[in-house]
């Protein structure tokens, strides 16, 4: 097992990606902190990794709140004696329309998504830089790489990797690595929610993506796993898009392109 020594923080643990994330590393044998701002969804991720034979803790963390975040980490040591590796998944996109947007929105996101990844890499990075070994591995988003709307979201997802840079160059030489991973569309609970009332979203939005489909949790989970194993120990500083293509041009646009100048040449 790749992570039979190895103590994990995943934020945002409780469901969608993050929850994905913790099955799959309790899997390979890690001892896992499943945070979650809803207590409830975190002890279910825990409960049922422990029931599976596997070792995990649940908190109840707004990583935004600096006391909240201490006391997650605090608990992690106590209990595991130290964290590894720490997954910073957990976020809020619950503002659109700069216009429109209401400055305590903009804060809500830009805290929940940005601010917690400074705060909880500060917690955890003196222990790492002690033992000379850890991993911070930061769940971002390709709207922090290209425009798809929803602006303090889409902000505070470019800062995470920003920051992750800033990471993993400053705490290299102590042993820390910092990665990023973007994903694009991913067929999590809060998707789920919208396909209930748009039962054809997914097959419209699988046209911008040159793989086809939407992305599944564990597509990012793999890519997870991957750049925590030692297989990526000279891997830092670096952003995995986990999109399908969908950065790697305007799959719609491309096709159109070519049938009007097609159209034209006859």
Known sequence: MRFADRRIIVTGGGSGIGRVISLRFA????SIVVADRIGARAEQVAEGINAAGGKAMFTQTDVSVSSEVDAMVTAAEEVFGGVDVLVN??????????????????????????????LCSKRVLPGMIGQRRGVI???ASANGLSYFGEEAYSAAKA???NLTQ???????????????????TIRTP??????RKAPELFKRLAKWYPLGRIGEPEDVAH?????ASDEASWITGTVLRVDGGLLAGNNVLAHELVAEFQEQET
């Open 89 to 118: 998944n957990a976020a809020l996109c619950e503002g659109d329309n700069l216009v429109l947007m209401e400055e305590a929105t903009w804060d809500l996101d830009v805290d929940a998504t940005l601010k917690s990844v400074f």
């Open 137 to 139: 591995l930061n769940i």
């Open 223 to 227: 890519a997870a796993l991957f750049l």
């Open 190 to 195: 809060i998707w789920e929610k919208q396909l």
């Open 159 to 161: 800062g995470v990797i």
């Open 27 to 30: 899997a390979e044998g890690a």
């Open 166 to 184: 800033s990471l993993a160059v400053r705490y290299g030489q102590q042993g820390i690595r910092a990665n990023a991973i973007a994903p694009g």
